[in-house]
Antibody, heavy 117, light 105 residues
Framework: EVQLVESGGGLVQPGGSLRLSCVGS????????MHWVRQAPGKGPLWVARIKADSSTTAYADSVKGRFTISRDNAKNTLYLQMSSLTADDTAVYYC??????????WGQGTLVTVSS | DIQMTQSPSTLSASVGDRITITCRAS??????LAWYQQKPGKAPKVLIYKTSSLEKGVPSRFSGNGSGTEFTLTISSLQPDDFATYYC????????FGQGTKVEI
């Protein structure tokens, strides 16, 4: 069974940093594109970033460009999202998502990030 | 950026009703559209991909149609488990989601 398990969320002060992790299992992690998607309370999902299977290509939403970095360690079946210069607008549940080429497939259960003083 | 506009925002219906949700893209996305169902506190669940392909395990009362910029999700006979929020998503260029349609009693 394909599983994605996020961790690393929590309460962080404005201007702070946080690193999220997502461990994949039940599939060949090093063959698939991976994404981060976030969802603010009461809002629709918002795509954040994506990374190619071999890490050769990354892309970011304009709202996080220059502040967030997506990376992966295929030996550990783990996807990361390094977040810095956080603001209240970054408060959301963050999901990791597998895609088969571009087609969305499996979502994790999410990890909550709250930016507040 | 491609914008996705769903309508209606809220839909009141009863068990057994046939309902249709519409999603409009701001530019041509050919067939690269997915539909999701989300319940409170849960991750979105893929129902349909590539406009009309049903995800494994999704009941056949769900169907998708469209191409280019106009797309629909239809539930042929609404069941109690179907009361939820539905989102469309384009994946032609990056990913963009609609704002959601809440299906309520």
């Amino acid at each position: 069974e394909v599983q994605l398990v996020e961790s690393g969320g929590g309460l962080v002060q404005p201007g702070g940093s946080l690193r999220l992790s997502c461990v994949g299992s039940g599939f060949t992690f090093n063959k698939d594109w991976m994404h981060w998607v976030r969802q603010a309370p009461g809002k629709g999902p918002l795509w954040v970033a994506r990374i190619k299977a071999d890490s050769s290509t990354t892309a970011y939403a304009d709202s996080v460009k220059g502040r967030f970095t997506i990376s992966r360690d295929n030996a550990k079946n783990t996807l990361y999202l390094q977040m810095s210069s956080l603001t209240a607008d970054d408060t959301a549940v963050y999901y990791c998502v597998r895609s088969i080429t571009a087609t969305p497939d499996k979502w994790g259960q999410g990890t909550l990030v709250t930016v507040s003083s | 950026d491609i914008q996705m506009t769903q309508s209606p925002s809220t839909l009141s219906a009863s068990v057994g009703d046939r309902i249709t949700i519409t999603c409009r893209a701001s530019q041509n996305i050919t067939v690269w559209l997915a539909w999701y169902q989300q319940k409170p506190g849960k991750a979105p669940k893929v129902l349909i991909y590539k406009t009309s392909s049903l995800e494994k395990g999704v009941p056949s009362r769900f169907s998708g149609n469209g191409s280019g910029t106009e797309f629909t999700l239809t539930i042929s006979s609404l069941q109690p488990d179907d009361f939820a929020t539905y989102y469309c998503q384009q994946y032609n260029i990056y990913w963009t989601f609609g704002q959601g349609t809440k299906v309520e009693i």
